[in-house]
């Protein structure tokens, strides 16, 4: 069911009367400075420039609603512009907060217009900064520490501020909503202000940050310490095939998507090439470097069978740009640093004295925010190239350890990984669903997700419907009719 459906069932605020939009110019809040506050029509709104040719399709059927954009002052070097959405008429009651991806810089307009467009109100912001990399932090330990925690927690403290001005009311629910850093910011909420949110939706979270750059870095390095074991992207797709012809079908179905990685025990060895070197094969030297990739430093998890189209991410021509700057810039402050001189453990450790306590946000403890009710989904898309999905898993049983098992944490968090999804969506699965619905039924009916409706689209056409299935279930065929129709598959 469509979140525009759920949120109708949910029942709007009534009002008596329009809200003010106007009004909030006027409105005083601790280390907030109102700029503007304006109405903006029906399909009105204007899209953010450079963002492609169809970025303002998500604006032309938004309704009427309140703009308030606002600057944050928490610290004297804090600079955190936050955006504040409020529809003008039908509000469920709820403020659905938004997550960014890479070092933000940026208000994340789209993922604000499809809450709006849900009946919420909708926040974001740019976490204290304007571009989308990391030399901000130079000589800025209070922007970092922004970009890190602080902005969400003070955007979600002001945005509950004015809507409750706005609509005389408070939100009765506060949802946030997040994927990759969006993803570390919804568990850096979870674990440092676990009051902020009544539910939490956390995809593909960058949660270990100290590791999961350093994992990155390695991957780069490893690549090219020596240039014969790089693999060209013209030979991804001979490895994409070789994985799914050993492991697609172990589900019982083959459709061109490994439905568990875990139990795929690819060896890239079969492809090493017999005579010569072409684009069906790989070198000896590129076989022990895809052996790498997918068995990742060891302190951090590799990448997974089924990945292989997006290993440019990780291993292409150059490193990750992200995963460089927080080593460079962050780790060793020193923008002339070269990643080939990566020592593995020793500088991971250099990473977690200098930035861990800041960006890290891997505390096991979800207490505080389970016990007033809070519900988490996470998600992770098995195929990702970026964040490796097996840290999404080891971080959920870090959890259920710290509780006493997997059944303790059940009725408050929940894990869904998505077969052949890559990062925070696409790839070859089925990578359309609605979370933020499963996790409102949950918070305000009880009704904890056993399954997550999820489809394939081509071209604006559904070709392919599965339920995502809570870890450590799959989606198993029940060995009558179609395999692209979901009501023939169980959550075993």
Known sequence: MKRAILAALAGPMLLSAAPNCGSMAALSLPNTTIATAETIAPGAFPPPPGRGPNAGAVYKTLPAFCRVSAMLKPSADSDIRIEVWMPASGWNGKLESVGNGAWAGTISYPAMANALAAGYAAASTDTGHTGNNAEFATGHPEKLTDFAWRAVHEMTVASKGIVAAYYASAPKYSYWNGCSTGGRQALAEAQRFPNDYDGIVAGAPANWVTHLQGAQVWTAAMTHKDEAGYIPPAKYAAI???ALDQCDALDGVKDGVIEDPKR???????????QGDDSSCLTAAQVDVARKIYHGPGNFPGLEPGSEMGW?????????????????????????????TFKGAADENQAVKTIGNLMDSKDPNLKPFFSHNGKLIQYHGWADPGIAPGSSVDYYRSVAVSFGGM??????????????????????GTSTFDMVSALDAWVVQSKAPAQIPASKVVSGAVVRTRPLCPYPQVAAWNSTGSTDEAANFTCR
């Open 312 to 340: 440019a991410t990780l291993s292409g021509p150059k490193p990750m740009d992200l995963a460089l700057d927080t080593y460079r810039l962050l780790v060793f402050q020193n923008p002339a640093w070269n990643y080939l």
């Open 407 to 428: 059944d303790k944490i059940s009725d408050s968090y929940r894990l869904f990984m998505v077969p052949g999804m890559g990062h925070c969506g696409g790839g070859d």
């Open 240 to 242: 994409h095939k070789a």
């Open 264 to 274: 795929c025990k690819f060896d890239p060895k079969v492809l090493e090439c017999k």
